[in-house]
């Protein structure tokens, strides 16, 4: 029997506008295209990663799980700091002004070209559709626009070339609109998440930006469920839970420091490594903070 973990991540964004003109604005519009895991050949290889891009993708979601982890108190947090930073980039195509400049500061993109970020992103598309054998990831973007809206075309034709957003243009004003991104959302996770939208679309929005992450993969070493023990798990200081623990004696390679310590276990294919990283006793979730701080984990 083989272990496995599934991941699924989802990224919304919804633009609104109150009272707004878009004067000079072009439609958008093609033909759906959808990122999958595929059996083909990557055009790139992981040394084309631009590691400026990685380092602000580290950056930037070690400081969002740390403010996560400040807004949420002792309560489990969970993030995936790619699906984050992708959307928010996409976003970033449309921006200009002290927009361009306080989302650049934010992203940790100061001094990277629009088109560099964007290439750099294309790459790690390419890389995370082609995850190798006994991994399966999944990214998709989409564009769902309000009809009547009209964007510049610059801005679509980056989304769709760098990040294979699909776009679509819906009746906000019906249900059937909501139902179909809930749809796409539960198609793209393997149903692992049926709905984003609950309420009615509000009148003011004019575009919802979604990117979702899927991943399915194996351990190049599996734990054995023979192997599971009961032990006695700290939440946080002063509680004490029995709960069974996966087990497995070898080499792994270990980080430790004041608040936490961390091993990395590879994952099938080439381009995953799971990174656990735990609050020493006594430390909670600034022990999180701290792991998080450091860059024990990986953007990519």
Known sequence: MMLRKSLVVLALMAVLCGGCSLPDWMPGGSEPISIRSSSGKAKYEPSDVDARIVQAGNGFGSRVYGEALKK???ENVFISPISIAMALTMTYNGA?????????????????????VNQGYSVI?????HPGPGVQLSVANSLWMRQGTRLRKPFMERNRTYFGAETRTL???KASSRDEMNQWVKQ????KIERILEQPIPAEAILYLVNVVYFKGEWTDPFQPSQTKEDSFHPKPGETLTVPFMTRSGSFEHRKEAGFEAIRAAVRGRVIRHVGAASRRGHGPSGAAAAARSGAGHFI
Request: proline share 0%; glycine share 12%; net charge negative.
């Open 171 to 173: 009746d906000f004003s």
């Open 72 to 74: 949420n108190g002792e």
């Open 125 to 129: 598309r390419d890389l995370l559709s």
């Open 188 to 191: 793209n996770t393997q149903g």
């Open 96 to 116: 200009a002004g002290a927009t361009r400049e306080a989302m650049a500061k934010t992203l940790q993109l100061q001094g990277i070209s629009l088109d560099e």
